[in-house]
Every structure is written in C-alpha cells, then in structure tokens.
C-alpha cells in the first residue's frame, strides 16, 4: 500500500501545481496532504501545506502547518518568513475589519438629508482604480516609477551599514518587536521623518523586511519573475550579463530600491560568506510568485544579486554615487606580524599552517592526507583568509571564509560563528570536524 500511495503521489506532482495555477487550492491542499501523509518527516512538504491555506487567507491552519514544519525542522527559513507574513497579515486583516466595522455602524440621523440627485455617486471605476494604486504606493511607501529612494529604505540600509551591524548576520534572524516595528513604519508611510537609532537593530532590521512584504507587487516584480529564473541557470561566464538584462528591465524605482538593499546585503556577506543564507531569506519578499508556492530557485536568485552585486550596479548611471557602503580595507599586515618581502597572508599566528596554496592544491593536498588536516591559505577577498580542511569523521574536505572585519573588530568570525573569536586558533578549535590543532598533521613552515 505504501509504494502504490508513494507512486500515486509522484504522479500528481503535476496536478498539485496545476491547482495552484488555477487558485484551486483546496484540492492542492488534498494533494499536499497525501504527499505529508507519505513522508511526514519532510518540513518542505508541511510548509506547501501552510503556503496553500495562506493563498486561501485561512491563517490559522497556515500558521498550524508552518508551526509542524517548524518542529521538524526548527531552521527551516522559508516556514520562518511565511510564518511571520501569515502573523503580519493575519493583523492586517483584523485591523481592516475593525475600520470596516466602525465605517459601518449606523451614522447619526442628518435632520436634513440631502436630496438622492445631489449625493456624490464617487468616481468612475478607472479613477477609482487608480486611486487603488495610489493608496497601495503611499502605504508601502514606494513608487516603482520614480528614482526616489523611499525614506524607510534609505535610513534603514544607512543604519544597518554601519561597521557594527553589517558584521552581525543575527539582525536578520532574531524577531523584533512586531508592534513597535508596524508603528514606525506606519510613521515613515505618513511621510513623518523617523529616526531609528533608539529602536535597536533588529528592529531596524524587521522594519527593512516588512517593506519589502508589505509591496503590493515583489520588487524584482512579477511580470520578470521567470526571466530571474531562467537567469540563475545560466553558466557562470552568462551569469552577470542575464541578470543586468534583467536589472535593465526594472522600473527605475524598483532598479534604486534593490541597490540599495543589495548594497546592505553584499557588506555583511563581505564579512560573514551569508549570501545563501541571505537569499534563501530574502527570496520571498523580493521574488514572490503570484501562487504563492515556494520555489527554491529564487533563493539562488537572489544569492547571485548579492556575490554580484558590484559588477551588476557598477557604472549604472541611474544610480550615480549610490549609497555609500563601508568596505573592508584595514590592512591584513597591520592586524599581525609584518614579514620581509612580498607577503600573501598579511597576518601571523603561531602554531597555525599556513600554507601559499590555492583551492585545487589545497584539495590535493588534503585529498591524500589523513582526517583532521587543515591548512589556512590566502584569499581574494580583503581582510580575509581562507582555511581548508578534512574532517576527522567523515573524511569530507571542505572550505571556510575566515574574515577579520576591522581593527575595531577584534577576532576573527566565519559561517556559522557570527560573533569573533579573539584568534584563528580558537575558532579552528570551535568547529565540530576534529581539526588537529595542537599536533598538525602538515607541518607548520617556518
């Protein structure tokens, strides 16, 4: 019975997304059902349960799966912001209906009610319309066809550019105050200037998250959608060449609007190698489809706007100066030992290998070595380092960007380890592949 429910199940994968397609999502959600009914261990197939009733607007049994999902896999990113949109929504649903409720109660009784001829009919449908619009850009604060910078996002990237907070990848991952983060950015919708300096960062950094969510349409927009897409597959040598395309097709609001998140995006993936994370994150908020399914894709999307951000917006004379960003330039040698002579790591640290390899040697290297080798070589990027290694357990060999962010940062932090450990030593020490640190196993040159 199980292989004939697993062989049914595959054979309707096409169906399930056919009544996405056509917003029947009550029979998707039956579809969705047997597949979690089939691998019940799996969250991704709980979390297209919870997107198909938040389609519905049925927010509880949305949060309801979300929450399942959740519990099996507590990191998983995507349940993480459909939950938190379902949570914003669910609010805003329940603030509209109260307006309604209010404009409906009974007026009091005019002693002299105008005559039926001279009661204002309201505008023609199209005029209506377009005020429709008018309202959807004032509250989400954003005009696609203006090269404005709304307020919100200008002050928040500011803010969150900083050297102090662009080195925390955490301002995305820890929830903010909810109430506190809707009523400013009700403040920044009513045109009011709105310090954010006493709010804290990741508040500042929810107010970020919930413009991008509250946009009436995504800000790669849906009309483009599956040119991103189509985009992300090209081979490495087409990739930067299909995404400006596509950069070129955006409404020039939207065009500065991305720059400038992505300009926020790209410093703390200078210093934390996020950018995976950081578009998995962002994925849903800036390349949402109008189904509302998930699609992993624009995870990679989004990825490749951030590692490519430079030689995308570089000379785009929309955006002229753009907004500044601090970038990485402490000198490497200023943080260690100087050396003699042409210097390809900049920083010294006894008892560490150091070694002048590139990636491939380094993977040669290690390929023949026994578990727990590990080797630290140079990188591309500025005050960085790089350390390769094989892990003791698995015999996997494998990469990490070291990144010392400034001489006002002391330490060194790499994926995963957001706060600095105070040396290359410690950090190597702290990582779970049984690195042999106080007996390498290549040796250390002199």
């Given at each position: 019975r199980s292989t004939l429910m697993r062989s049914s199940a595959a054979s309707d994968v096409y169906k399930r997304q056919a009544?996405?397609?056509k917003k029947d999502y009550d029979s998707a959600i039956k579809q969705f059902l047997l597949v979690c009914d089939i691998s019940p261990h799996d969250a991704n197939n709980f979390v297209n349960v919870g997107v198909a009733y938040a389609n519905k607007k049925d927010y509880e049994k949305a949060l309801e799966s979300f929450g399942r999902a959740l519990g099996i896999?507590?990191?998983?990113?995507?349940?993480?912001?459909?939950?938190?949109?379902?949570?914003?929504?669910?609010?805003?649903r329940a603030d509209k209906l109260k307006a309604q409720q209010a404009a409906a109660a009974p007026a009091p009784t005019a002693h002299h009610a105008p005559p039926p001829q001279q009661q204002q009919q309201g505008p023609p449908p199209q005029q209506q319309q377009h005020h429709m619009q008018q309202q959807a850009a004032a509250y989400s604060g954003f005009d696609p066809h203006s090269d404005v910078l709304p307020a919100l996002v200008a002050t928040t990237v500011a803010y969150l550019s900083r050297e102090e907070e662009s080195t925390n990848l955490g301002i995305f991952q820890e929830q903010g105050d909810a109430r506190l983060i809707q009523e400013v950015k009700a403040r920044f919708d009513r045109g009011e200037r709105c310090p954010v300096d006493g709010i804290g960062s990741h508040n500042v950094a929810g107010l970020l998250w919930l413009w991008c969510h509250d946009l009436p349409e995504p800000l790669l927009t849906f009309g483009l959608r599956d040119r991103w897409l189509a985009a992300s597959q090209e081979p490495t040598h087409r990739l930067v060449p299909a995404l400006s395309d596509c950069i070129a097709l955006l409404p020039p609001g939207s065009r500065r609007a991305l720059h400038a998140l992505l300009s926020l995006l790209h410093a703390i993936h200078s210093y934390q190698n996020a950018a995976g994370r950081l578009g998995a994150f962002f994925a849903e908020e800036v390349l949402w489809s109008e189904s509302g399914l998930h699609d992993g894709n624009a995870g990679r999307v989004v990825e490749l706007l951030i590692v490519y951000y430079q030689e995308l917006f570089q000379g785009d004379p929309l955006l002229g100066a753009g907004v500044a960003m601090p970038t990485p330039q402490v000198p490497l040698a200023t943080l260690g030992r100087k050396v003699a002579g042409p210097d390809p790591f900049g920083y010294f640290e006894n008892g560490i290998v150091f070694k002048n390899f590139t990636r491939d040697e380094a993977e040669s290297k290690l390929a023949v070595s026994p578990g727990g080798a590990y080797l630290v070589r140079p990188s591309s990027q500025p005050n960085c380092l790089s350390v390769s290694y094989k892990a003791l357990d698995s015999g996997r060999v494998g990469h990490l960007l070291l990144s010392k962010p400034s001489a006002s940062v002391p330490g060194w932090t790499?994926?995963?380890?957001?706060?600095?450990?105070e040396s290359i030593y410690a950090l190597l020490k702290s990582l779970p592949y049984g690195l042999a640190l106080a007996n390498p196993v290549l040796p250390i040159d002199p």
């Open positions: 009544f996405i397609n896999d507590p990191s998983h990113a995507v349940a993480k912001q459909m939950q938190r949109r379902c949570l914003t929504d669910q609010k805003k790499t994926d995963g380890r957001p706060k600095p450990y």
